[in-house]
């Protein structure tokens, strides 16, 4: 089944000890996202690629990165993790921009800084 | 900003209940979906709405789109535990083509 793969589903790192998150899809969608989704609460976009174009949010945090080699994948890299980085990493994609195309979810990466 | 408000935020029934969660904003949609999430799993689409007045039903959930595309609902008839989970409403911002997740509202079925 095509699908969206996270890996790993649990991090465990230390703070300031950079970190690096992985996904990867079968779908061939254009767009990936990474949401950092904190307790209870609604997922917030970090970044998104457009094939190989990367758009940041506004008041997405420097110490956040992401890189897309391939369509198949990306990843998330937290620089310096800090306390308040301790969170559900999600990321997703979709076939194309607009025209409602759903999001497709993978099952995420929950990471905890010690 | 816009901002897509959900309620009501925590919602616990007996099974066999009906409910419905609203999603509202003072924005104008593109579209607007609606996922369930359940703890440890990431978000699954339950439905895509665009035109200002539809109504999709997907077996017992009832999802209408509001007529100005600015807010929509969720009705749930006869509520079962496996209804369970965290519902996000997410509205497609039509200049930037982002989706926006609304604040959430999680429901629990008491068997």
């Known amino acids: 089944d095509a699908m969206v793969i996270q890996n790993p589903r649990y991090q465990v790192t230390q703070f300031g000890k950079p970190v690096t998150l992985s996904c990867s899809q079968t779908l061939n969608h254009n767009v990936m996202y990474w949401y950092q989704q904190k307790s209870s609460q609604a997922p917030k976009l970090l970044f998104h690629y457009y094939d190989k174009d990367f758009n940041n949010e506004a008041d997405t945090p420097d110490n956040f990165q992401s890189r897309r080699p391939n369509t198949s994948f990306c990843f998330l890299d937290i620089r310096s993790p800090g306390l308040g980085d301790a969170a559900m990493y999600l990321c997703?994609?979709?076939?194309?921009?607009?025209?409602?195309?759903?999001?497709?979810f993978g099952n995420g990466t929950r990471l905890t800084v010690t | 900003t816009q901002l897509l408000e959900q309620s009501p935020q925590f919602l616990s029934i007996q099974e066999g209940e009906n409910l419905t969660v609203y999603c509202n904003s003072s924005?104008?949609?593109?579209?607007l979906q609606w996922y369930r999430q359940e703890p440890g799993e990431g978000p699954v689409l339950l439905v895509t709405?665009?035109?200002?007045?539809e109504v999709k039903k997907l077996k017992r959930l009832t999802f209408q789109f509001g007529d100005a595309r600015k807010d929509s609902s969720l009705h749930i008839t006869a509520a079962q535990p496996g209804d369970t989970g965290l519902y996000l409403c997410?509205?497609?911002?039509?200049?930037?083509?982002?989706?926006?997740f609304g604040t959430g509202t999680r429901l629990k079925v008491l068997a």
């Open positions: 709405v665009v035109t200002g007045g």
């Open positions: 997410a509205g497609e911002n039509s200049g930037t083509y982002k989706y926006i």
């Open positions: 997703a994609t979709s076939r194309d921009l607009g025209t409602s195309s759903p999001l497709h």
């Open positions: 924005s104008v949609f593109s579209s």
